[in-house]
């Protein structure tokens, strides 16, 4: 089980991964939808893999559900290839985006169909949907059709669905994105709590990064069909390690070209065009395209802990309620920074053209490359 | 590709459905097109490829002439079904639902209903001693019943209006059925008058129906040789009779084949046509 | 206001014709079929059941009956099956060439005139050296209902998602046990509704069984011949009868199409409550 403090996931340090994919790829046609990647799922985790549409996705999902054949490469679940086992076959279950809940069957039969396939006595059968149903709070509804059902219930539906033959992993492919938005947070934290007690193995798709972050464990950020980065959550806020990464998670101020200037034991002064600041950590291990991404609420009055500093001018000041956005300008590079503040009651935004003195913190604030990898 | 198009394997699917297909549809085509490049001779069918029916059809005058007038009558009975058709459909479609389902009920009875039958009762309406004579009789019309409602070119042509309306009126109800009401509620919210939304909506979101109707009518009637046969008299002799003569009494298969070929074409023509105006660009 | 109301009274007053003109000749030879005809009038005193007793004497008439029963039921058999796997072999490869090709093909019989699609069956039988027959009419028949049947299947398939297949197969269902309980249960309406239509228009159907039929005549083909030949008053009757069994059919057909129309899971919630 993971542990939400470090976000790492306990299961990693046990050693072989519940599913292990190596140089997987997949192509329609001539596009490669998929460049070939490794990727290791841990058991007992909750993996998203995150990224924009049309970065591949659906078909890393659907190519490890076996929906569509790899073009390349090896897929082990729990040791064993399963490379040439066909769909009904492979020991894991989908939830799909649009539910795919068979809308001439009842709730109750839709939930006990992996059942049925296999044979499963009636009273046996009976039972078990009954246990699934009452895990997704659904019991009320067995009698049901899919099309009586709101949205959160064919969801819930689907998951019942899918658990009912006791997978070890679920693959599910942006389950939440057909919902609202009040229901989709409700359902994230169902999700999310669901995942914790049962300790089934969740691979999960998304796009929305706020949605990643707060449920995973890890998240794998995909990029036109290669993985960008793998980590925690906060990894991958505080630590992007490229700038479509950092952009992804809300990064927006890039300065750049940057040149290491010194390396010290627990940080590196880099030499930008907008002045000479100091980062926390060691450098990136490739320095193609090297820049230095700020997250806009990292920007603030020069203080004690904002020891990088520069000087700059306020361009425009919106009020956005709980906070406060300002548009800034380094005179003369002309650069832009946005920066996110606490709005305050009590002080009087800056004038318009106004200079400040405006500082971060070396631990928020990353250097990264043009790509990952 | 997706699991469900592996669930049907290709290969085997496209042999086990080309193949019935071919056997059953594509051969004998391809064999009664063959057909027509042969000939009869004292009797029996000489294999040898020859243009001489074709040469036949394109001399004979009687053919030509057969060939135009069936075209002609098949254009008046689609324009004149197109009209009335439309015309019920629209009304049709302004009826409460209720009333609605029920007079597409209605129409699609005598759909079902035997051809030969409704072919058969049309005599009993144009005949001599007719439903139409004794009525018109009846209301001081006419004196003499009238002989010269059957057994002619306008009795097939008005047979075959009749016993091909529901072809019309079904797809035009279909295609202004389909048409959102939100879209007649955005017109008139946009300030259209009744006749404007008729003109500029209804009328275009519509016609794509008339047209496969027509398509339709043009088809089956020019083609037809059983209205011609039953109420048509020696003079309403048509292009279908004339083929279906050619595997009868005459016993000319090649040439009959021939003619159909003729047929065949204009079908075509007609269905293409119809597949590219009766499917208008926003539609595909 | 006025030019309106006077619209709508030529419409009504067109759909009365339309619905007159359709109905008028059925229902004078229902009429004719209990009363007899004097100088153009019916003759009201002339009640009598007596054609219809001569009907049911008519053994050629039965046999007739019989073998359009036969041809009905074997062709739409026939053509259900080739039908359903044409209909998913399309919607489970949308963007097939082959499958777009093939479904030209069927549809040809049906949208060319009858009397091709006959005459090509007859021309293809003699040079194959099949003899005509009922087995004859029955590929002749199965041929023409074959595009109905298709395309009521591929529409309900290609309104169903894709994704049940794939999740049938998730959920560990073999092929097998994915048409079977999900793909079939889906079609079931469909193909009673397309079954029936198809059933209708065979059973109507004579240009094409004129071209095929042998010395086992199916009813219209009977009749052509009775009608041909002059006016024989029981076969008013007989009309009578066949109207009767096609407003059946009509009811049974729009009662069918009423319970499959719709998206299916909104149907079957409608039915089931
Ligand atoms: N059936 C297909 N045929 C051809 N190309 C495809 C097909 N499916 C996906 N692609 C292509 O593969 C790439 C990856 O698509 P994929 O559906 O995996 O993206 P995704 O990350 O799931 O996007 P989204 O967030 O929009 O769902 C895209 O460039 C897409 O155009
Ligand atoms: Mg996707």
Redesign the interface.
């Known amino acids: 089980m993971a542990n939400p403090e470090t976000g790492s996931p306990a299961a990693a340090d046990v050693g072989l991964p519940l599913l292990r994919i190596r140089g997987l790829g997949a192509r329609f046609g001539t596009v490669e939808a998929i460049k070939p990647l490794d990727l290791d799922v841990n058991d007992g985790e909750f993996l998203t893999i995150l990224g924009p549409s049309g970065s591949g996705k659906t078909t890393l999902l659907r190519t490890i559900a076996g929906f569509q054949p790899p073009s390349a490469g090896r897929i082990e679940f729990d040791g064993k290839d399963i490379a040439d086992l066909p769909i009904n076959r492979r020991p894991f279950n989908t939830v799909f985006q649009d539910y795919a809940l068979f809308p001439h069957m009842t709730v109750r039969e839709n939930v006990g169909f992996g059942l049925r396939v296999r044979g499963t006595a009636k009273a046996q059968l009976n039972d078990r949907v009954d246990a699934a149903l009452g895990i997704v709070g659904l019991e009320e509804f067995d009698a049901r059709y899919p099309s009586q059902l709101s949205g959160g219930q064919q969801q819930r539906t689907a998951l019942a669905r899918a658990m009912i033959c006791e997978p070890r992993l679920i693959l599910l492919d942006e389950p939440l994105a057909a919902l609202d938005a009040a229901l989709r947070r409700q359902m994230q934290n169902f999700l999310k709590t669901l995942q914790r007690q049962s300790g089934i193995t969740f691979l999960f798709v998304t796009h929305d990064q706020s949605e990643a972050i707060t449920m995973s464990d890890r998240i794998c950020v995909m990029r036109s069909g290669s993985i960008e980065q793998i980590g925690t959550p906060r990894e991958l806020y505080y630590r992007p390690k490229s700038r479509f990464v950092a952009a992804f998670f809300g990064a927006s101020n890039i300065v750049e070209p940057c040149r290491i200037h010194e390396t010290r034991d627990d940080a590196t002064i880099v030499e930008t065009p907008v002045g000479q600041f100091r980062i926390s950590g060691p450098p990136p291990d490739s320095s193609s395209g090297l820049a230095l991404a700020i997250r806009p609420e990292a920007l603030g009055p020069e203080d004690e802990t904002r020891v990088n500093t520069l000087e700059l001018e306020v361009v425009a000041v919106s009020f956005v309620g709980s906070e406060t956005i300002t548009e800034l300008r380094h005179r003369r590079t002309s650069q832009v920074f946005t920066m996110k503040t606490r709005s305050d009651p009590a002080a009087r935004p800056p004038d318009i053209g106004s200079i400040l003195n405006i500082g971060f913190d070396p631990a928020e604030c990353a250097l990264v490359t043009e790509a990952a990898n | 590709m997706t699991a469900y198009a592996r669930m049907v394997r290709p290969g085997l699917a496209d042999c086990l459905l080309w193949g019935a297909a071919a056997l059953f549809i594509l051969i004998p085509l391809a064999s009664f097109l063959i057909f027509g490049f042969f000939s009869v001779v004292s009797n029996s069918i000489d294999y040898r490829p020859t243009l001489a029916n074709f040469d036949e059809l394109l001399s004979n005058s009687s053919y030509r002439t057969t060939f135009f007038r069936t075209m002609r009558m098949a254009f008046l009975v689609s324009a004149t079904n197109l009209v009335l058709g439309y015309a019920t459909a629209y009304f049709i479609w302004q009826r409460p639902p209720a009333w609605r389902n029920l007079m597409v009920i209605a129409l699609a009875i005598p759909l079902l209903m035997s051809y030969i039958i409704k072919i058969y009762a049309m005599r009993g309406v144009l005949g001599t001693n007719g439903l139409l004579n004794s009525a018109t009789m009846a209301l001081g019309i006419i004196d003499e019943p009238v002989s010269a409602l059957l057994f002619n070119l306008t009795a097939v042509r008005i047979t075959l209006s009749v016993v091909l309306l529901p072809f019309m009126v079904l797809p035009i109800y279909v295609a202004l059925e389909r048409i959102p009401a939100s879209v007649l509620h955005a017109a008139s919210d946009l300030g259209a008058s009744e006749i404007q939304i008729f003109a500029r909506v209804v009328l275009p979101l519509s016609l794509p129906g008339g047209i496969v109707g027509a398509m339709f009518t043009f088809v089956l009637a020019s083609g037809d040789f059983l209205a011609p046969e039953l109420v048509g008299g020696i003079e309403g002799f048509t292009y279908g009779r004339l083929i279906f003569s050619q595997f009868g009494l005459a016993f000319n298969w090649p040439l009959g084949a021939a003619l159909s070929i003729v047929l065949m074409i204009v079908a075509l023509g007609v269905i293409y046509a119809a597949r590219r105006f009766g499917n208008p660009r926003w539609q595909r | 206001m006025r030019r ?1 109301r006077l619209l709508d009274f ?3 007053s ?2 009365a ?3 007159l ?6 229902l ?2 229902f009429v ?1 079929s209990f009363f007899s ?1 004097r ?3 019916v003759n009201w005193e002339t009640f009598s059941l007596g054609w219809y007793a001569k009907l049911f004497k008519n053994e050629a008439l039965g046999d007739a009956l019989l073998n359009s029963l036969l041809v009905g039921i074997a062709a739409v058999l026939v053509a259900m099956v ?1 039908a359903t ?2 209909a ?2 399309a919607n ?2 949308p963007s ?1 060439r ?1 499958a777009q090709f ?1 479904e030209y ?2 549809f ?2 049906f ?6 699609t006959g ?6 039988f003699r ?1 194959a050296g099949i003899p005509r027959g009922l087995p004859t009419i029955i ?1 002749g028949h ?2 023409f209902v074959l595009a109905i049947i298709y395309r009521i299947l591929l529409t309900r398939l290609n309104a ?16 097998l ?3 079977r ?2 793909i079939l ?2 079609l079931r309406m469909p193909l009673l509704t397309s079954g029936i ?1 198809a059933f ?2 065979s ?2 159907e ?2 094409i069984t ?2 095929l039929t042998g010395t086992d005549a199916t ?2 083909v009977r ?2 011949a009775m ?2 030949v002059g006016f024989t008053p029981e ?1 008013n009757a007989l ?1 009578a009868l ?2 009767g069994f ?2 059946i ?3 049974a ?2 009662y069918a199409w009423g319970r499959n129309s719709g ?4 149907l ?2 409608k039915t ?1 409550k």
Request: aromatic share 10%.
């Open positions: 309106l030529s419409l009504a067109v759909t014709f339309v619905y003109s359709l109905y008028l000749p059925i004078l030879v004719l005809m100088r153009g009038r080739f796997l044409a998913i072999n489970s490869r097939s082959s093939l093909v069927i040809l019989p949208l060319l005139p009858p009397i091709i005459l090509s069956l007859l021309i293809y040079e590929v199965a041929v169903l998602s894709r994704s049940l297949v794939d999740a049938a197969h998730d959920l560990g269902a073999s092929n046990q994915t048409f309980y999900i249960p889906n239509l209708a228009l059973f109507d004579t240009m004129l071209f009813l219209p009749l052509y009608i041909r076969i009309i066949i109207l096609s407003i059919l009509t009811v057909l729009a998206s299916g899971g909104n079957i919630a089931s």
